[in-house]
């Protein structure tokens, strides 16, 4: 989208799942009682994947995303926020590695060109631990329920979407804007 549209983007934290604990769960114990088809969500994940080009692995289980998060502001502070997103998504859906783990994490940042040494000190300390609380905060008064959420002044869409859904959705919201019809 950044190749054809000047746009900025702001990676904001969502609450998801919180209460994982640090050693994960299995998906069959996160839904459990839920009522939810798990395999068969598993094949529509993999089918959006595979039709957005995204890679995707064998998902066995969820993780806490708690401190990836924090290391996404300390990353986005330091330039390297995209990256940062990138491998922690392909570590965690496509390789199935532990989210939660500062080893893991610390491992991350340096695949993105950071520091180990200063991810663990930031994680320890927990330095940007309020600003995923105001992300957290924001999601509940937006009232977004879900992953990815796009945003755009009040308007959004909800879900990893094609290029075609998103690019509508921008320029649609776009012309509200310069109409007035947004704040």
């Given at each position: 989208m950044r190749k054809n549209y000047e746009i900025e983007i702001q990676w904001r934290a969502f609450p998801l799942h919180p209460d994982t604990p640090e050693e994960?769960?299995?998906l069959a114990e996160l839904f459990a009682g839920r009522g939810v088809d798990?395999?068969?969500?598993l094949l529509q994940l993999k089918k959006?994947?595979?039709e957005l080009g995204l890679p995707w692995g064998e998902r066995k289980k969820t993780y806490n995303s708690r401190r990836a998060q924090e290391l996404a502001k300390w990353a986005e502070s330091k330039g390297k926020g995209d990256e940062w997103h990138d491998a922690v998504f392909r570590a965690y859906f496509v390789e199935g590695k532990n989210i939660a783990k500062i080893e893991e994490l610390a491992g991350l940042t340096k695949s993105v060109g950071l520091s180990?040494?200063?991810?663990r000190?930031?994680?320890?300390?927990r330095s940007f631990r309020e600003?995923?609380?105001?992300d957290w905060v924001r999601s509940y008064q937006m009232g977004i329920t879900a992953v990815p959420t796009f945003v755009i002044g009040r308007e959004t869409v909800v879900g990893a979407q094609p290029y075609a859904v998103l690019e509508h959705f921008l320029i649609l919201n776009k012309v509200k804007m310069?109409?007035?019809e947004q704040s």
């Open positions: 994960g769960l299995t798990i395999e068969k969500k959006v994947a595979d180990p040494d200063e991810a000190i930031g994680l320890q300390s600003a995923v609380d105001a310069r109409n007035g």
